[in-house]
């Protein structure tokens, strides 16, 4: 038996992904192999355009590989239907993006309260559920703010809140500061690392900021379609 929480909660094996370009064929993943421990975060660096985006919503179930497999505690993905797949995604996985994506219409409260509505929970239960994440991310002065009305860290941190609001076993997060400026991002990277700690998250974090890749368990770099460990005298 491993150590405590240290099973493997998300795994990657052979992974393809092959995009078509005109007649060219661009091998973005290529054999790549990643297993995510329960409770432990890892960081993936890479140079643009190097598939990082590609990888991390194929771990999240939002993009199909090409070939090989993710599997969920030893259970392939990608065999579930689209139900269990959209399901498991509520349930399972908490996804952060570069640009928040928030719906602009929607107060915090409404927004970081959607994926709980999606479940099924009445608005008065998923509010419940999301108003204690905004004040733990300092945001309970701001309930009623459209994201137009909030800073784009705040905006980050409702989104933050969104994604663990389902209380996930896995935050996905994709350049989650990388819009933002230098003082906000290294704020919302530590909030990040914080909630990561305090729930037990196992998480993935695509990121070109080397101060929050070195406060990871383990950082990754992504290069010619496979990952290695990152040394940390490169951060
Ligand atoms: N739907 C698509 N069709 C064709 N090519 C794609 C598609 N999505 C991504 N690509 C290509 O795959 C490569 C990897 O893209 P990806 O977005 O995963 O890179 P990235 O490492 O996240 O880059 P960045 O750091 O700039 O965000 C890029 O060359 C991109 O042009
Ligand atoms: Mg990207």
């Known amino acids: 038996m491993s150590e405590a929480g240290a099973d493997i909660i998300l795994e990657a094996r052979s992974l393809e992904k092959v995009f078509a370009s005109g007649q060219e064929k661009l091998r973005i993943l290529d054999g790549l192999d990643l297993a995510v421990p329960g409770?432990?975060?890892?960081?993936?660096l890479g140079a643009s355009g190097s598939g990082k985006s590609t990888l991390l919503y194929i771990l999240g179930g939002?993009?199909?590989?090409?070939?090989?497999?993710v599997l969920y505690e030893g259970r392939e993905l990608f065999s579930r239907s689209?139900?269990?797949?959209?399901?498991?995604?509520?349930?399972?996985?908490g996804f952060v993006f570069q640009f928040h994506h928030l719906l602009n219409d929607f107060t915090a409260l409404e927004n970081a309260a959607l994926p709980a509505r999606l479940a099924g929970y009445p608005p008065e239960a998923a509010e419940a559920l999301a108003r204690p994440l905004l004040d733990r991310v300092g945001l309970s002065a701001r309930l009623t703010h459209k994201p137009g009305e909030l800073s784009g860290g705040e905006q980050q941190r409702v989104?933050?809140?969104r994604a663990l609001v389902m209380s996930?076993?896995?935050?996905?997060?994709?350049e989650p500061t990388g819009n933002l400026d230098l003082k906000s991002a290294g704020a919302v990277n530590g909030l990040i690392l914080e909630l990561v700690a305090e729930k037990k998250l196992a998480a993935v974090i695509v990121t070109h900021n080397s101060q929050l890749a070195a406060l990871v368990d383990q950082p990754m770099e992504l290069n010619a379609g496979r990952l290695a460990p990152a040394g940390r005298e490169a951060l």
Do not use: H
Request: hydrophobic fraction near 45%; avoid cysteine.
């Open 159 to 161: 989104a933050l809140a």
């Open 39 to 44: 409770g432990r975060s890892l960081a993936i």
């Open 168 to 174: 996930p076993r896995i935050l996905l997060a994709d």
């Open 82 to 93: 689209e139900e269990d797949l959209a399901a498991w995604r509520n349930r399972v996985v």
């Open 62 to 69: 939002l993009e199909k590989p090409s070939g090989g497999q």
